[in-house]
């Protein structure tokens, strides 16, 4: 029996004219990495990678600070993958809507889903709809370009004021973007209309809130340092914030990461001078307090204009599990905008198992599960999962490179083991039936090279303003750059 499979197995490999057919969904670093783990776990494997957008590289193009230039050096490495002779990438194609995901899985032996998170927790409080409070990943999307973000035009005229709700690495690069003295934003790859908006903000004030204490900011080190240490800004924290509980102390001794965070905000709040002085911007962290309702304002009916806080306490537990809960005490902060940064969200797709409650699509080491009962017997045959679907919306770029390890091994394991073969050895039409069904449905796939193109374009009009490149903000405008 084990002799049969093997063989079933390796008849993809001996056939050239039957290579294993493998379809990627998404080009952020979950299928990047699954893609580059694939060809070389599998010489017989075709990688085809798909993504919505006609740009790769997922959350490193929209997402990663565009003052933070080092850390897109990872866009070389994905780069080389998808020359690889048995890898392409199709931008400008959608699962969901330019092709079905029973389709793919018709067309291709197996299909892995990197498509990411595209949405927003909600915190489900009164007034979330007002003008002026938007989602941090809208607001990323905005300064970086994404041709759905343009349209957020954010108002950071009308106030002095920003209120951040979450204390996580996102709600750094926001506050950051917000404070940073916008010079030195010039010659980064930001947005230029963002950057335009930015350069004229009357922000002055940014409020970053958490529900826990400084003791369980969920940010890391090296972020912390770096949004403390921008020129000509004034920091404050309370000190009765500063005050640990045994708990927290375990929590410390436990933690490096939480153990250095607590000792820069300490160490900036005994260094901070009393009052800000003329002119400084100001960054105020504050612990201890969880959203109750949005604000409305009474001169600008619709637009926001405070958050209404309960403060808050922590219980139980234990160390690294304490949660926090209202005391009944509340306050309101006065402001004119808030990004909420409190966690992205991914999204289902027709056909997909998808668990709401957690936002991801079950899953053991990447293999699809039919439901969310957890039982392991119950897959969903050549569909795997990668990334922030897979795991939820943490993690960096990195931590998708070990993501995809899991999934491709589940993969060979269902080769080795004839789970794949046997329902799928028979040659699949893979990218010609893909690009046949497209072109039927006159969708436009944006390959390599003309994102190449569209990539060269960009460098020549940063160029022009001393910037490493000027974004393409727009499907029309990246598509006319692509054909
Ligand atoms: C604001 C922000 C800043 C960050 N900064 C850093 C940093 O500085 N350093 C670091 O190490 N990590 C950083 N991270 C974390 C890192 O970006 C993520 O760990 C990583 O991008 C997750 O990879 P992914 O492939 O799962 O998702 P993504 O990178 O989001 O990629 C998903 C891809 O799927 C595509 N897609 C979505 N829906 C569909 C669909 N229906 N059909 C086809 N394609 C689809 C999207 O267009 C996208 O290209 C940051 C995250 C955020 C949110
Ligand atoms: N430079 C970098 O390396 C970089 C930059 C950006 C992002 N990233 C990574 O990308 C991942 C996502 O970052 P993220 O900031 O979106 O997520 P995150 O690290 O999970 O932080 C989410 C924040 O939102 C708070 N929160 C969640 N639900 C809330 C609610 N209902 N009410 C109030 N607050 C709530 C959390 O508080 P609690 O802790 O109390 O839940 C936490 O402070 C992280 O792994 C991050 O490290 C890395």
Redesign the pocket.
């Known amino acids: 029996m084990y002799k049969a499979r093997a063989w079933l197995s390796r008849s993809f490999t001996a056939l050239s004219s039957n290579p294993l057919r493998v379809c990627v969904?998404?080009?952020?670093?979950?299928?990047?990495y699954t893609a580059e783990k694939t060809l070389k776990a599998h010489q017989e494997a075709q990688v085809d990678i798909?993504?919505?957008?006609p740009?790769?590289?997922?959350?490193?193009?929209?997402?990663?600070?565009p003052d933070?230039p080092e850390?897109k050096i990872v866009i070389n490495q994905f780069s080389r993958v998808v020359q690889h002779e048995r890898c392409s990438f199709f931008g400008n194609?959608?699962?969901?809507?330019?092709v079905s995901l029973s389709e793919l899985r018709q067309l291709y032996h197996v299909v892995v889903l990197?498509?990411?998170?595209?949405s927003d927790r909600a915190l489900g409080i009164p007034g979330e709809d007002l003008i002026g409070v938007h989602s941090?990943?809208e607001f990323?999307w905005w300064y970086n370009g994404h041709p759905d973000g343009k349209n957020l035009s954010p108002d950071l005229k009308s106030t002095d004021t920003a209120v951040i709700l979450g204390q996580g690495?996102?709600a750094l690069?926001?506050a950051r973007i917000l404070l940073r003295p916008t010079e030195e934003l010039a010659t980064t790859d930001i947005a230029s209309y963002a950057w335009t908006a930015l350069e004229g903000s009357s922000i002055r004030k940014v409020y970053l809130v958490g529900r826990r204490g400084p003791v369980q900011a969920a940010c890391t080190a090296k972020?912390l340092r770096e949004i403390l240490g921008i020129k000509n800004l004034y920091v404050h924290i309370r000190e009765d914030d500063l005050i640990k509980s045994p708990t927290d102390e375990e929590e410390m001794k436990n933690s490096r990461i939480q153990r250095r965070v607590y000792e820069l905000l300490s160490k900036a709040a005994a260094s901070a001078s009393s009052q800000p002085m003329l002119g400084q911007r100001e960054l105020h962290f504050v612990f201890f307090r969880k959203p109750d309702s949005f604000l409305e304002s009474n001169e600008r009916s619709g637009h926001v204009s405070g958050v209404h806080f309960e403060k808050t306490a922590l219980k139980g537990g234990g160390p690294g599990k304490q949660y926090a809960v209202g005391t009944g005490e509340f306050e309101d902060l006065d402001c004119g905008m808030v990004l909420k940064s409190i966690g992205?969200k991914s999204?289902p797709?027709n056909g997909l198992p998808f668990d709401n409650h957690k936002g991801i699509v079950p899953n053991i080491r990447g293999r699809v599960l039919k439901n969310i009962s957890g039982d392991s017997s119950q897959v969903e045959n050549g569909l795997y999962v990668?990334?922030?679907?897979?795991r939820g919306?943490?993690?960096?770029?990195?931590?998708?490179l070990y993501?995809a390890e899991e999934t491709v091994a589940s993969i060979s394991e269902d080769l080795e083991q004839g789970v794949l073969a046997s329902s799928s050895g028979l040659p699949k039409p893979g990218r010609e039936g893909l690009l046949q069904l497209l072109d039927n449905r006159n969708v436009r796939p944006v390959p390599f090279s003309a994102w190449e193109k569209i990539d060269s374009e960009e460098k020549r009009l940063g160029s022009l303003r001393n910037k490493p490149k000027e974004k393409l903000t727009t499907y029309e405008d990246l598509l006319k750059v692509a054909t």
């Open positions: 969904v998404g080009s952020g670093p979950a299928g990047f798909i993504d919505r957008l740009t790769p590289f997922g959350l490193v193009r929209s997402g990663v600070a933070h850390t194609v959608t699962l969901g809507s330019s990197a498509y990411g998170a595209e941090a990943r990323v690495n996102v690069d926001v972020e992205y999204v797709v990668c990334g922030w679907l897979k919306p943490t993690g960096i770029i990195a931590t998708n993501c």
